[in-house]
């Protein structure tokens, strides 16, 4: 299950630490996905309501599509593009890492669209430093839990659970207490308009490829609203992010993964 379908999305999850804004129920905006280029990128698209797509009732609704890359773990081994932003955008990264770091817990809602265009559903709790959940709605089978040292993919339906190291994504330091985007990641480009500020992330792995990760803001208060993780075949992931609740603290006992046992 995890295979290539694993490997093609974890920042997008880890990236909802990036939300610091108390609970606000709104519409869910679901863009098109369109990363900006390495040099020179405009501003991020304006948002469009995604076609619509309806849910697998079979387990195979979250296969292949996950909110984040397991590929996607760390910085490429030569970069130099920091060195090329701008006072402005060296600024925006420095305010977006300010408050990325202020956030310690979050809890909330997401939607997600896949390469193929199904949609899923579900809820999300994060607790810093380490520690996330992901619950899909039904039909689908899936849930994601990392206890601050490892990450499980687990599918109810088939009874499996695949596990990953913490250290080996970017939920190493998306779930730090602090980042710094410039220093841990690979930014790429950043831009802001009135409506969204938009960062890109790349990786470049020899045996892997490049993968890339757009994440966007709200331009006046910094809210995250999505991100969209293209992997190395060109093929997107979009997670939209609602009610968002940085005061509620989450049960414990959600980030619990039972070693001994595929299921609980």
């Known amino acids: 299950m995890a295979g290539q379908g694993a490997r093609t999305i974890v920042l997008a999850m880890a990236c909802v630490v990036f939300a610091a804004v108390a609970a606000v129920a ?18 991020p698209p304006a948002a469009a ?3 619509a797509a ?18 996607f773990g760390g910085k490429s081994a030569a970069s130099g593009q920091a060195t090329a932003f701008d006072a402005h955008q060296r600024a925006l990264l420095d305010k977006i890492s300010g408050y990325l770091s202020s ?8 939607v997600q669209i896949g390469p193929d265009g199904r949609r899923v559903e579900g809820t999300f709790s994060i607790q810093k430093p380490g520690k996330v959940r992901f619950q899909y709605n039904p039909p689908s089978p899936i849930d994601i839990i990392a206890d601050g ?15 990953y190291p913490l250290s080996q994504t970017p939920l190493r330091y998306l779930l730090a207490d602090r980042i710094d985007l410039l ?20 990786e470049t792995q020899v045996m892997v490829g490049t993968n890339r990760l757009m ?4 331009a006046k208060n910094q809210q995250l609203k999505q991100w969209t993780v293209t992997d190395p075949q060109g093929l997107d992931t979009t997670v939209a992010v609602y009610n968002l609740d940085t005061a509620k603290k989450p049960d414990p006992n959600l980030f619990v993964i039972n070693y001994q046992a595929n299921m609980k």
């Open 26 to 43: 709104e519409d869910v905006p679901l863009p098109t996905p369109a990363p900006r280029s390495k040099a020179g990128s405009s501003g």
């Open 103 to 110: 956030v310690q817990t979050l809890v909330g809602n997401f």
């Open 183 to 202: 220093r841990d990641t690979d930014v790429i480009s950043v831009s802001a308009d009135d409506t969204f500020i938009s960062v890109v992330i790349e």
């Open 215 to 218: 994440i966007m803001f709200d």
């Open 54 to 71: 309806t849910d697998s009732a079979a387990g195979a609704s979250a296969k292949g599509f996950f909110p984040f890359s397991f590929s």
């Open 49 to 51: 309501v995604a076609p």
């Open 149 to 163: 040292s490892s990450v499980v993919v687990r599918d109810r339906l088939l009874e499996t659970s695949d596990y």
